[in-house]
């Protein structure tokens, strides 16, 4: 009894770490990163149009329930010149990049 008395603590701690990790192994992680070189040749364009860009994306999957999962994201934004595109221009080194909301739904 005095020992069952001492290993109870720790059998209820292992227990809790046990519970706290199926919880993690419901989580799925995607990400992406790239960089994009565009440059436009001069001779069809009125200037030299000559462009480095990037997109980034994270996105976390849960399995909520054994029938029901949810996944939201997020990635750059490519400002107000196109609300659809992810693309960011690289340029002022100061300046401050956006991100947003790419996708929600469970």
Do not use: F
């Amino acid at each position: 009894r005095k020992q069952l008395a001492e290993e109870a603590p720790k059998v209820a701690e292992a227990a809790r770490v046990a519970k706290g990790a199926e919880w993690a192994s419901r989580l799925g992680w995607k990400a992406d990163l790239r960089y994009r070189h565009e440059n436009i040749d001069p001779e069809e364009a009125s200037s030299d149009q000559t462009h480095q860009r990037i997109r980034a994306r994270l996105a976390m999957t849960a399995k909520i329930s054994e029938t029901l999962t949810g996944t939201i994201g997020l990635a750059t934004s490519g400002g107000t010149d196109d609300p659809r595109s992810t693309n960011q221009t690289l340029g002022s080194a100061a300046s401050r990049k956006q991100i947003a909301l790419d996708l929600a739904y469970v």
